[in-house]
């Protein structure tokens, strides 16, 4: 898996912190930025952050959010990269839908707004599933 200049360890490391990361995003059902995460995982693992003027730094850090669906999906079902918004859009990046359509939860010709709406289902479903438990109300 070695690639884009990391290590399978990098990769490892990075995969697990990230999806911690984008958990605790989900329990406090917030989104979060692609320059937040990559803040995130350069503060909490020691490695290098992804250089956003590098279009091969961008795919990596693409390549990484595949990676954590990747790992995640077989036990929620759910794509926890919708929790990472696209640069000045309200909504996830192209990856994320290339990625849908890959794993057959999208057709292959989906409007904009069926798109819209998937991610959509896909974030609050996320927030749900990693909500943190309420807490009794004393009496």
């Given at each position: 898996?070695?690639?884009?200049?990391?290590?399978?360890?990098?990769?490892?490391?990075?995969?697990?912190?990230?999806?911690?990361?984008?958990?605790?995003?989900?329990?406090?059902?917030?989104?979060?930025?692609?320059?937040?995460?990559?803040?995130?995982?350069?503060?909490?693992?020691?490695?290098?952050?992804?250089d956003?003027?590098?279009a091969?730094?961008r795919?990596?850090?693409g390549?990484?959010?595949?990676?954590?669906?990747?790992?995640?999906?077989?036990t929620?079902?759910?794509?926890?990269?919708?929790?990472?918004?696209?640069?000045d859009?309200?909504?996830a990046?192209?990856?994320?839908?290339?990625?849908?359509?890959?794993?057959?939860?999208?057709?292959?010709?989906?409007?904009?707004?069926a798109?819209?709406?998937?991610?959509?289902?896909?974030?609050?479903?996320?927030?749900?599933?990693?909500?943190?438990?309420?807490?009794?109300?004393?009496?």
């Open positions: 898996m070695t690639g884009y200049g990391r290590t399978d360890e990098d990769w490892e490391l990075l995969t697990r912190v990230g999806l911690e990361f984008l958990k605790e995003r989900a329990r406090l059902a917030r989104l979060t930025s692609y320059t937040e995460l990559n803040v995130s995982l350069e503060s909490r693992t020691g490695l290098a952050r992804f956003f003027e590098q091969s730094e795919a990596a850090l390549h990484l959010l595949g990676l954590m669906v990747e790992e995640d999906y077989p929620s079902g759910l794509m926890i990269s919708a929790l990472v918004q696209y640069l859009a309200n909504d990046g192209p990856g994320f839908y290339i990625l849908a359509r890959q794993l057959g939860l999208l057709a292959p010709s989906t409007s904009k707004q798109q819209w709406d998937f991610w959509w289902q896909q974030v609050k479903a996320l927030h749900q599933r990693y909500q943190a438990p309420s807490r009794p109300t004393p009496a």
